[in-house]
């Protein structure tokens, strides 16, 4: 009775506390008498009390690492802190547990001095605008350097470039300068488009009255034209009756005392009558004879 409860007591003093369960994105690296045994992955193992010890545990997620602004110096001897942003992924845990001591503290030390070699090579605009091609660099070193480590850079990010006070503040100047210039280009522009519709719309106006003078004009003639040519076929028509007609002598008289008398109900204020009426009719005469002749 007690020797089973005592082999009970023993399994759970020394089988029960050497189970392990390795979680997902996790890694155990197994050491046995002190030398490297194995790497456990996602699962359940049991390791031999006494021997057998878990010498690290190692995450297998990706990790992103903040590092603080450093001081480094352009080809053009120009003073400016830069900080980064390195994602990094650990892939082999016996290489990131053998491979350096204090992994981090290695790779920030290498991140600023690659970034201070390729910020050298650089001058001031160039590292403003190329934020990609630093990045880019920086991640290849990084990764071929952190190879032996067990440790892969999926990527190095610029977050900031500080250039020196008196810089920032030739920049600004810069860039307020600039934004005057392209203001008045841009004044300068809208008030060349306006003057040039002004002027089309001048030109244009100009152009449609006299295109209307020109068009009243003729309507005009062609009104005054038909006015003649009814005039005269009214007055072809009266002398073509008349000579239908063939009036007497007596009747041209009296027609001619009724104009007389409508010239009299005019504005004139004096009327100058032949004395003797036997001319008016001779003239009346006369008429008749030339309508004859048409």
């Known amino acids: ?14 089988i029960i506390p050497n189970i392990r369960i390795v979680p997902q994105a996790n890694a155990y690296v197994i050491e046995r008498l002190g030398a490297y045994l194995a790497t456990w992955n996602v699962g359940i193992h049991v390791k031999i009390p006494f021997i057998d010890r878990i010498a690290s545990k190692v995450s297998l997620k990706e990790k992103v690492i903040d590092y603080p602004p450093q001081p480094v110096i352009t080809k053009d001897n120009v003073t400016m802190r830069i900080d980064t942003v390195i994602y990094y992924q650990i892939t ?78 030739a920049m600004e100047k810069q860039m307020r300068a600039e934004r ?23 030109k244009e106006s100009t152009i449609l009255r006299a295109d209307a003078r020109k068009e009243a004009q003729i309507r005009e003639a062609y009104g005054q034209a038909q006015a003649i040519i ?14 239908e007609v063939e009036p007497t002598k007596e009747v041209l008289t009296i027609k001619s005392i009724e104009a007389m008398k409508d010239i009299a109900n005019g504005t004139a204020t004096k009327i100058i009558i032949p004395s003797q009426m036997q001319s008016i009719a001779g003239l009346a005469s006369a008429l008749t004879e030339i309508v004859k002749e048409k």
Not at 141 to 168: F, S
Not at 183 to 200: D, P, V, Y
């Open 92 to 169: 082999d845990p016996r290489l990131y547990t053998y491979g350096v001591e204090r992994p981090m503290s290695a790779i920030e030390n290498l991140t600023a001095t690659t970034l201070r070699n390729i910020i050298g090579d650089m001058e001031l605009d160039q590292t403003l605008t190329s934020r990609d091609n630093i990045n880019a660099k920086m991640r290849s070193i990084l990764d071929e350097a952190t190879d032996p480590w067990g440790i892969r850079v999926i990527r190095v990010e610029v977050k900031n470039i500080i250039p020196p006070p008196d810089i920032q503040n």
């Open 230 to 243: 009814s005039v005269q076929t009214a007055i072809a028509e009266g002398l073509k009756r008349i000579k």
């Open 1 to 14: 009775m007690y020797g089973t409860i005592i082999i009970i007591a023993i399994i759970f003093i020394l």
């Open 180 to 202: 005057e210039r392209r203001e008045s280009i841009l004044r300068a522009e809208g008030e060349k488009q306006s003057a040039i519709l002004i002027a089309e719309g001048e």
